[in-house]
C-alpha cells in the first residue's frame, strides 16, 4: 500500500528558539518546515510550541501556543538540590499536536531536526510480517536508531528507544504520548545526605525509559515497572525484543532522511545504540525466518566494535562505582 503524502500530517514540537536553558540553533525549525514542503508536499504541518515565542516568518498550516507546563523534579542530589527534566514539555507539545491531526498518518519531529528526503514514508510499509501476540500498534512505526540505547555502562537495557522521531498510524502515536503528566518528586528530608531518585541507590533510568516505560505499561498491564536503569530479567528482555520486531521499523537516521543539528551527530556509530541490521536480526527471529540478514552482517558493521567497548564500559562503571562507595 503506497501512503499519499495528504494522508500524512507532520507534527513539529518543542521551541524554536533558544528557551530557558536549552540552545537552539538560529532558523533550524524554518529549515525544518521547508523541509517538510520540500518533501512532504500535501502534507499537514503543525507547530506545536510555546506561549511567548517568536514564530514570526514561520509557515506551517496549524501553529499551536501551548501554555508551558514547565520542567519536573526528577531527583534531589546528597545536598537536597533538584535536578530538572523536560519531560511534561515534551508530552505537551507533542501530543496537543497529535490531538489536532485528522489524517490516518502522523510524524512527530523535533523543532531542531528536519527532513532530508521521505523515505520513511515506504519504510514503514516494507516489513509486513508480525508476530500476532505482540501486536501492540495497529501498524508499525517508524523510529531513529539515534539514542535507541540497546546497552547503558556496558549492560543490556529495555525500554530505551529514541523519542527524536516517530512515524506511523496517527492512532499508533497517540498510544505513545497520550500520557498522564509526570508530577515532581517529593522531597524527603529523612533521606537528606543521599541522592533521592527513582532506583537508588542504583542508576537513575533513561529519560527515555521513563516515557516508555510510562505508555508500554498503559498498553499491557503484564509490563512491570522499571525500577531502575538496567532492571530486566531474561523474559523481560524476550519482551521487549518482540515488541521491537513486531511493532517498530528502526532505521539510521539517513535511512529514514532525518536531518540532525551537529550535536546529535557522533564522529562513529555509537556501539551502545541499536542499528538496523540489529533490528533486522530481531525481524528475522520473531517475524520472518527468510530475511536475508546474518550475524556476520552486525559484526561486520558494529559488532567487532562492540566486543571491544561494551566490556570497557562496564569495567569502567564497575571501577566508578567502587569510588562511590
Not at 72 to 94: C, F, H, M
Not at 245 to 251: E, I, K, R, S, Y
Request: aromatic share 12%; net charge positive; glycine share 4%.
Amino acid at each position: 500500500m503506497n501512503i499519499d503524502f495528504k494522508d500524512i500530517s507532520v507534527v513539529i514540537q518543542g521551541p524554536v528558539q533558544a528557551y530557558q536553558g536549552r540552545s537552539q540553533e538560529s532558523g533550524i525549525t524554518h529549515k525544518c518546515i521547508s523541509s517538510i514542503r520540500q518533501y512532504l508536499p500535501g502534507a499537514t504541518i503543525i507547530l506545536s510550541t510555546w506561549e511567548g515565542l517568536d514564530c514570526n516568518g514561520l509557515e506551517p498550516d496549524i501553529l499551536l501556543l501551548n501554555k508551558d507546563p514547565g520542567p519536573t523534579i526528577d531527583w534531589y542530589d546528597a545536598e537536597g538540590k533538584p535536578k530538572l527534566q523536560n519531560y511534561n514539555r515534551q508530552i505537551v507539545s507533542t501530543v496537543e499536536g497529535l490531538k489536532r491531526v485528522t489524517t490516518p498518518y502522523a510524524v512527530k519531529i523535533r523543532s531542531d531536526n528536519f527532513l532530508t528526503g521521505n523515505n520513511f514514508v515506504a519504510a514503514q510499509q516494507a516489513f509486513p510480517a508480525r508476530e500476532e501476540p505482540a501486536k501492540l500498534f495497529s501498524q508499525r512505526v517508524v523510529v531513529n536508531t539515534s539514542y535507541f540505547r540497546q546497552y547503558s555502562n556496558g549492560q543490556k537495557v529495555v525500554m530505551l528507544p529514541s523519542d527524536f522521531f516517530h512515524f506511523g498510524l496517527t492512532e499508533d502515536l497517540l498510544k505513545i504520548w497520550d500520557i498522564p503528566l509526570f508530577t515532581d518528586r517529593k522531597f524527603e528530608p529523612s533521606k537528606l545526605g543521599t541522592p533521592q531518585y527513582r532506583g537508588a541507590p542504583k542508576p537513575s533510568p533513561h529519560p527515555e525509559q521513563v516515557y516508555c516505560n510510562a505508555w508500554l505499561m498503559a498498553l499491557d498491564n503484564t509490563v512491570p515497572y522499571l525500577q531502575h536503569r538496567h532492571d530486566h530479567s531474561p523474559e523481560l528482555l524476550k519482551y521487549w525484543e518482540r515488541f521491537i520486531a513486531t511493532n517498530l521499523v528502526v532505521l539510521e537516521p539517513e535511512q529514514i532522511n532525518l536531518g540532525l543539528i551537529k550535536r546529535f551527530i557522533p564522529k562513529n556509530k555509537r556501539t551502545n545504540e541499536i542499528c538496523h541490521q540489529d533490528w533486522l536480526l530481531l525481524y528475522k527471529k520473531y517475524c520472518d525466518k527468510n530475511s536475508p540478514i546474518s550475524q556476520l552482517d552486525v559484526f561486520k558493521t558494529i559488532g567487532w566494535r562492540r566486543m571491544f567497548k561494551q566490556p570497557f564500559s562496564y569495567l569502567k562503571y564497575q571501577l566508578l562505582n567502587k569510588i562511590k562507595h
